[in-house]
Every structure is written in C-alpha cells, then in structure tokens.
C-alpha cells in the first residue's frame, strides 16, 4: 500500500539525513503498532539510501551473524565487513565507516535492547560521545513503546537521556484522512458506510492496506469483516489473540478480561472490578500495565477536571479501535470463533453495529469538529477562541461533546440525541438537569446547551429549542465537514471544505491520522 498523508514528514526525515554531513544524529521514530513505521522508513530508505535491522528476541549472536550477511548483501560500503561478536563491534564498525561516508541506518524495534542486553545502551553512548562529532552517521530508532521512551530519553538517570535530536511521530489517519484515501481508489460507499469502517477499524494504516489487498474499498463493512475476520484464515483472525500471548508470559485470562470490560463499557476502576471479580488494588496493577508498558489502553479524565492527579472520575479506552471491536464481539465468544462458527457470529456483530455505532459516535463527532474550527458551522455555536474540545461526565451524566472557550468563559455542553427520541417533557427536563450538574466541574462560566439530532426538529420542538436558547445541529451537517464525497454517487447532500493534510504540531514531527 502507497504512503499517504506523510510526504512533509518524509521531506523532514530526509533533511535530518542531509545534515549528518556536519556531525551525526539520533532520531527517535516512534508511534502505535501497524501505524506504518516500517513502510514509512522503507520508503525514506528508498530516497536516502541506507541500511535496516530489526532487533528482536532472538541470541545477540545469531542475530549479528545475519546482520553481517545482510550488510555484504548489498554495496552498503566498499570497507570489509567482518564478523561482529557482540554489539559494541557492530556500531563501533558503523560510526569507523560513517567516518569516510554518511551512514543510514534504521534500528526497528529498538527497545528490545533493554531486554536482549540492557548494557548495549551504555555501549552505544560512549561510542556517540567518542565518536558522533566526527562521523557522518544518521541512526533512526525505531520503537513503539512509550514506557520505554519515557524510561530511555527522557529519564535522566538513563545512558541515553537526551541523545535524541529529533522526535517524529506517526500517528493513525483521522476519519478525514481515511475518507480521503477513499475518494483516491475512487470508492462508491456513502459517507455513513465510511463512518462504520471507520469507528471499528480506526485510522491505523494496516488495515486499509488489507482493504487495497483484498479489493475492498467498494464493499461495505459487512462484507469487509466477512473477508478480513470471519472466515478461515482469515488476516485479522488470530492477530490480536497471538499478540496477547506473546506480549504478557503469565495472567493472561486477566488481560484479556480487563479488555473485555473496558470494551464492554466497563470503564472505571469499580467497575472492572467487579466485572473481572478481582479486588480494586488488583485492577489498578493491571491497567497500569496495560497503558505504561504496553500502550493497550489510556485513561482519559473528563474535560474540566483540575487536579487530575486525585481525580475519580477516570476512565479507561482501548487505544485501537479495532482492538475494541475485538474485545466487544470476538473475545467473549472465543470457543465460536475458534470452531469456525463464522456466519453465526457474523449475523450476531450485524445485528448489534447499530447500537455499537451510537455508542462510538461521539469519538468521530469530537475529532471532525476539532478539525474544523473555522467553518461557520462550528463558529456559530461559540465565535470566541476555542480552548479545549472533548467529552465531560460526572457519575450520573455524560456529555458528548464539550467546547470551551477560556477567551469568554464560555462552555458548550452538547448530547447526542437518540433516534427514537421523542421530545418528552421528562426528556427535556433531564436535559437540563444534565446541564445544571455540571456547574460542579465548570463553575464560574456560562454554560450553553446544544442539541445533535439525527432528524430534522418538528416545529414544536424547533420551538421549544428557540425559547429556551438551546442551539441544535443535524448530525449529519456535522459528519460531513470533512467533505467526503464518494465517486458517482448522489448521497450526499452537503458540500463542505476538501480533506487537508494537518500540519506538524509543536516542535515534535507528527503525522495525523494516523490515533
């Protein structure tokens, strides 16, 4: 599958190589599983010749031995390639050769150092400090580990804190993005079908490349867990059991049941409790796990807490989205889908997506207003500099959608309204009860209602929203922001700014999705 959306951050990685003819650099290149970081190097490679190791598990030994054959493979350099008996040979090989020419190189995986022989960290820095100034060698680390970039360049007490000059980060496509990449293979889906795709598979890269391969960017979602999940030997099929097994060596059925409920809706500690029937002390070691180490899960506080440190209203979210979707259907009938019981099961996530897709609305509907600040439709809800854009809740309320603006004290405190929703006076009344319970986390500012409708308001609740200063948007003005519209098809109605690539933020290289 081609790149997309990462060619200003390909510019910058091969501006980074140019400069290693004044001294060398370090570039830590990080980002989730299947984001594309392999794909994403190759093609730097292709541009700035270089070469590429993976570190994984196996002995230093075997390992060296294939790196030297790899080496002499291709006209890498017209020096001797010898044999290397340890790391320490190896890049001190690459820094004596960086010397006479500039060197490339890719180093995937590179937090599997630390368990293989922690002590090639030390090695490595007194070599760079020995030799970096002198040599014109560019290494990219490449690594999906957060805890361990945390532990390695950013700790002080670490052999390599701060060696990194550069940081880039790849990130998921956003929905705008994958809409786009639709629009290219010339997709004739309508936008609600590219919304399903979307919020189960998410923006990681991998799974629009199985998309391209298997010739799917016409099929619906139906037909596309058909082909990638339900059926035999199917690519997706075992992917995230395998990943399980391989990433936690003991309480595996504790993991996997801690996912289950965050996917399940099951999102503070309590409750995972007592889903898992575990004590809450025993939950906490798990999640912590589960985000610090292996970046599986996040815990998200509500928009407007304060001391975030104390808060309890924390939640927990599956990074992936495709994990989620996992961990929602798949895992809880595992003994079906191991029997290759695929149709019955197929028939059963067909009949639930609905209800899966309300839930997962507010996820979309916060990104593509965040994407879009400037359009007159999110200016007429608050005209003002926007601060922060989220989700809130309290122990007895949920808001989808929150705007703040600290410029005016202003907050916007939207909900998603259900499509059987039928304007009852105990409905609008619990609406506003909603609103008021907020001025907990929010006091102080004046707070706006907002109403998302999948309908049309009739006149009296059109009405009814008008007198009591309520502002209300149809759901499907919001989703079609982005202008997605697909190739000779007539089902949108809505013609809106083209899909952008986002630009870098901060002084950190970022690719948005890709999370």
């Not at 004044?22 to 010749?49: C, D, I, Q, Y």
């Not at 919020?199 to 991998?206: E, Q």
């Not at 503070?268 to 589960?290: A, G």
Request: glycine fraction near 4%.
């Amino acid at each position: 599958m081609q790149l997309y959306f990462r060619d200003k951050h390909l510019t910058f990685l091969d501006k980074v190589f140019d400069t290693v003819q004044h001294g060398s650099n370090f570039v830590l290149l990080f980002g989730k599983r299947k984001v594309g970081k392999t794909t994403f190097v190759a093609e730097h490679l292709r541009r700035r010749r270089g070469a590429y190791i993976t570190v994984s598990n196996k002995s230093s030994v075997l390992q060296l031995h294939e790196i030297s054959d790899y080496l002499k493979s291709f006209n890498f350099t017209e020096s001797f390639i010898p044999a290397f008996r340890n790391w320490k040979e190896f890049f001190e090989f690459i820094f004596y050769i960086a010397k006479e020419q500039t060197v490339n190189l890719a180093i995937d995986e590179f937090h599997n150092f630390e368990k293989l022989e922690p002590g090639v960290y030390n090695e490595l820095k007194k070599l760079w400090d020995k030799h970096a100034h002198t040599s014109n060698l560019n290494i990219i680390a490449i690594t999906s580990d957060q805890d361990f970039i945390r532990r390695t360049f950013t700790s002080n007490e670490s052999p390599l804190y701060q060696i990194n000059h550069f940081n880039l980060k790849l990130e998921p496509f956003r929905f705008s993005e994958v809409a786009g990449i639709m629009q290219m293979h010339n997709s004739v889906l309508p936008l609600d079908e590219i919304i399903k795709i979307y919020l189960v598979f998410g923006g990681l890269p991998k799974y629009y490349a199985l998309i391209d391969q298997f010739g799917l960017w016409n099929k619906g979602l139906t037909e596309i867990l058909k082909e990638l999940v339900f059926k035999n030997f199917a690519p997706l099929g075992y992917e995230l059991k395998e990943l399980i097994v391989n990433d936690f060596n003991r309480g595996n059925s504790v993991y996997l049941s801690i996912l289950q409920a965050i996917a399940a809706g099951h999102r503070t500690i309590s409750e995972i409790s007592r889903f898992v029937d575990i004590p809450p002390t025993s939950v906490v070691k798990y999640t912590t796990e589960l985000e610090r180490k292996k970046s599986l899960i996040k815990r998200k506080l509500p928009l407007g807490t304060i001391d975030q440190a104390k808060s309890k209203y924390g939640k927990y979210y599956l990074n992936n989205y495709f994990d989620n979707f996992w961990f929602h259907f798949i895992q809880p009938d595992i003994i079906s889908y191991e029997m290759g019981q695929f149709e019955k099961m197929l028939n059963s996530v067909v009949a639930q997506m609905d209800i899966y897709i309300k839930e997962r609305m507010p996820l979309i509907v916060n990104e593509i207003i965040s994407e879009n600040l400037y359009n007159p439709l999110v200016k007429r809800l608050i005209d003002s500099p926007i601060s922060q854009i989220g989700q809130t809740w309290t122990r007895d309320c949920h808001m989808d959608l929150v705007i703040k603006s600290d410029v005016s004290d202003r907050v916007v405190l939207g909900k998603i309204l259900d499509k059987d929703f039928s304007f009852t006076a105990e409905q609008m009344s619990q609406l506003h009860r909603d609103t008021e319970s907020m001025r907990k986390i929010f006091f102080g500012v004046k707070l706006e209602e907002l109403v998302i409708t999948h309908e049309t308001p009739s006149a009296e609740f059109k009405r009814y929203l008008d007198e009591n200063k309520i502002e209300s948007l149809l759901l499907y003005d919001v989703l079609s922001l982005n202008d997605y519209r697909p190739k000779q098809s007539r089902t949108l109605r809505t013609k809106v700014p083209r899909v952008r690539q986002t630009e870098p933020m901060h002084k950190h290289v970022k690719i948005r999705e890709s999370r």
